[in-house]
């Protein structure tokens, strides 16, 4: 099966960076994906990382680690419209692309 | 707009009832997944297919099932509902069973009473 943890909430001040880490459980590993959803909003894909290392993406990065089942998301000069959840997904054996509970990120003047 | 569109937005029906939720893949796309939102919940992986076949299943309950046409729409349908299945159902779509980028739909919010 797979599982995936990462922290329930996360607050930081506009302007700020902050960090979402996720680690992960899979049977077979094709990458690890992040998506943004606003409050009752379709989920966006964000960035992909397929092998170790940081990707960057405009004010996003994202980081692997398949030795560790480790990544997170970077968000930088945060801006009051990044308050949003923040899932990570990892699609493993089988093509099911299966996320974890998702962060809740609050951004505060 | 990601191109993936869901019917209805919104969903009302009584306890013991079916429904069915529809959904139109980006141009393209041959893959469609299905997941379930409660409230304050993570995305729950439901179902998924890639040109017409099952590819993946995840905790679907035995009341709920999927099908993807030959027009590459696909449907889920919820029976016997109870209370606990009022949630936004999200369908997604991807090129390739293996691509990397899934675009989602608005959502169907479903409320059974």
């Known amino acids: 099966g797979q599982s995936l943890e990462q922290p329930s909430e996360v607050t930081a001040v506009e302007g700020a960076i902050v960090q979402i880490n996720c680690t992960y459980q899979t049977s077979g590993f094709y990458g690890l994906s992040w998506y943004q959803q606003h409050d009752g909003g379709a989920p966006t894909f964000l960035s992909y990382n397929g092998l170790d290392g940081l990707e960057e993406t405009g004010r996003f990065s994202s980081f692997l680690s398949r030795s560790d089942s480790y990544g997170y998301l970077l968000l930088q000069e945060l801006q009051m419209k990044d308050s949003a959840s923040y899932f990570c997904?990892?699609?493993?054996?089988?093509?099911?692309?299966?996320f974890g509970k998702g962060t809740s990120l609050l951004v505060t003047p | 707009d990601s191109g993936v569109t869901q019917t209805p937005k919104h969903l009302i029906t009584a306890t013991g009832q079916r429904v069915t939720l529809r959904c139109s893949p980006r141009s393209g796309d041959l893959s469609v997944y299905w997941y379930q939102q409660s409230l304050d919940q993570g995305l729950q992986f439901l179902i998924q297919?890639?040109?017409?076949?099952?590819?993946a299943k995840g905790n679907i309950l035995e009341r709920f099932s999927a099908q993807q046409f030959p027009d590459l729409h696909s449907e889920l349908n919820l029976s016997s509902l109870e209370l606990g299945d009022s949630a936004l159902y999200f369908c997604?779509?991807?090129?390739?069973?293996?691509?990397?980028?899934?675009?989602f739909g608005q959502g169907t919010r479903l409320t059974v009473v």
């Open positions: 997904a990892v699609r493993g054996s089988g093509y099911a692309l299966n």
């Open positions: 297919y890639y040109n017409g076949e099952e590819r």
């Open positions: 997604a779509s991807s090129g390739q069973t293996g691509n990397t980028e899934a675009f």
